[in-house]
């Protein structure tokens, strides 16, 4: 068994001071402004509607509004990526270092998590990007991609460590048995497994991760 990474992208391979997940966030609200013709008060409203029923506003409009994911995607990852990103030395050292294949997961689509790890200056560390068409449009926190993604990629639950910012966004990984690290967490009220302040620190964690039985047969 060889241990196996799994990272989420936004705000969670760049700190959330860097503005880009806000810049493709008030995308995401004009596209539903302009394609439904509502005020931004009631734009947001939808899309709490949405993002409590389905996960992610994309879905609500695919059901309500028949809307083609390929057209919201393009249009809400719209942005300047390289303007809003710098690259993080420090994380391609940490994924370079890691004793294991490592992965981005994210309910972004697969060319956005592309530019977004070109403009960290990363994407050579990752032997795959499961984006939101990999999901079939059912994003986290739904469990079905969670397990598509150990299928996909021939690895357990157990041998799995999964980085994320959004807590909801854990709970799956934790019942499919993977080691949790909560970047940028509340350690007093969480279920994770580890809490890291960013996630170039995570070699504070890995022991208890790597330490664990489920390695130790063969090693
Ligand atoms: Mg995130």
């Not at 609200?29 to 394609?35: A, H, I």
């Not at 530019?115 to 469990?143: N, T």
């Amino acid at each position: 068994m060889a241990p196996f990474f799994i990272f989420d992208l936004d705000n969670t391979l760049y700190p959330p001071e860097v503005p880009l997940w806000r810049a493709v966030d008030d995308r995401i609200e004009l596209f539903v402004r302009e394609k439904l013709g509502v005020d931004g008060a009631e734009a947001r409203s939808i899309r709490k509607d949405y993002l409590g029923e389905y996960g992610t506003t994309l879905r609500g409009l695919m059901q309500h509004h028949n809307v083609a994911p390929g057209e919201y995607l393009e249009f809400v990852h719209d942005v300047p990526i390289p303007d809003l990103v710098p690259p993080r030395a420090d994380l391609g050292d940490m994924l370079a270092a890691l004793p294991g294949r490592s992965v981005v997961f994210t309910n972004g689509s697969e060319s956005y998590a592309q530019r977004v790890l070109q403009a960290l200056g990363v994407e050579d560390a990752f032997v795959a990007i499961y984006g939101i068409e990999f999901m079939e449009y059912i994003a986290k926190p739904f469990p079905f991609a969670y397990a598509k993604l150990l299928r996909e990629s021939g690895v357990t639950g157990a041998e799995s460590l999964f980085c994320e910012d959004r807590h909801e966004n854990l709970l799956p990984a934790l019942d499919l048995g993977m080691f949790t690290v909560w970047v940028g967490g509340r350690e007093g009220d969480s279920q994770a497994h580890a809490v890291v302040e960013d996630v170039c620190d995570l070699p504070s964690v890995l022991p208890a991760f790597l330490g664990k039985e489920r390695f130790a047969q063969g090693r």
